[in-house]
């Protein structure tokens, strides 16, 4: 089991006992990479090696926890306030954080709020990959990750996908293109053995769609009437693809 790695950022040396006493005792599933006691030290090294979950107390030697979050607003760092004082609630949450809880510590609530975050990672996990579906031998679906959720496309209805740097473009059924921040290899390695081909750097086309192809002058045409580059790279795979004769 992959374990989750977590930083406590805590000025008292008793609280940060606790607290890493308490993830070995109920928070197997974590694994304590790093303990901190300024916002200083807190801030270079999150930027460096962010964790998956940083329990972090509020106010510190040298600034407050409000100061860390200003500067990892960029990292995907999921955050548990741990504090003594009740009155900074309100304004954690507007920065986001993940729960907020008060000392005396209790280790039931941590682990509570461990579990939660835990999942959440999980699930946002699945939504950033891309996922091959079969429900049955001859229904596939591509499970592709939009604005935080998981829509499922059938292949049949995937036209092309087109790479743009480190995003693609997945153009469906001429009506709709969804934008995905993966490379295009990584949808290769997915459909070629599903009825797609790539036919140069930038183009992966699903071959039901597929009019015509004029190997002399490098292009392909599809049935949309879409007219796409044939490049070297890949020439030989779709002569020997399709038994091309070259005349």
Request: some cysteine; glycine content about 2%.
């Amino acid at each position: 089991m992959n374990k989750h790695s977590v930083v406590i950022v805590d000025d008292e040396v008793d609280s940060q006992i606790i607290l890493q006493n308490f993830l070995n005792e109920y928070c197997p599933q974590t694994r304590l990479i790093a303990i901190y006691s300024t916002v200083k030290d807190c801030i270079k090294n999150l930027l460096t090696s962010p964790p998956d979950i940083l329990l972090l107390d509020i106010n510190l030697t040298d600034g407050t926890g409000f100061d860390v979050l200003k500067e990892i607003t960029q990292l995907s760092i999921k955050v548990i306030f741990i504090t003594a004082h009740d009155q900074y609630a309100l304004d954690a949450f507007k920065h986001k954080v993940n729960n907020y809880l008060l000392k005396p510590i209790n280790p039931k609530h941590l682990q509570n709020a461990i579990e939660d975050i835990i999942k959440t990672i999980e699930l946002e996990k699945k939504l950033n990959n891309i996922q091959l579906f079969e429900e049955s031998s001859n229904v596939k679906k591509l499970g592709i990750p939009s604005k935080g959720t998981l829509q499922l496309k059938s292949l049949q209805d995937i036209i092309r996908c087109e790479a743009n740097g480190n995003y693609t473009f997945i153009y469906i059924n001429d009506k709709e293109r969804i934008i995905v921040p993966k490379t295009i290899k990584v949808f290769e390695e997915l459909l070629t053995n599903n009825g797609f081909i790539r036919i140069h750097q930038s183009h992966l086309i699903n071959q039901k769609y597929l009019e015509e192809i004029r190997i002399k002058k490098n292009l392909i045409f599809l049935k949309n009437g879409v007219q796409l580059p044939i490049s070297r790279k890949y020439k030989m795979i779709i002569i020997r693809s399709f038994k091309l004769k070259i005349i």
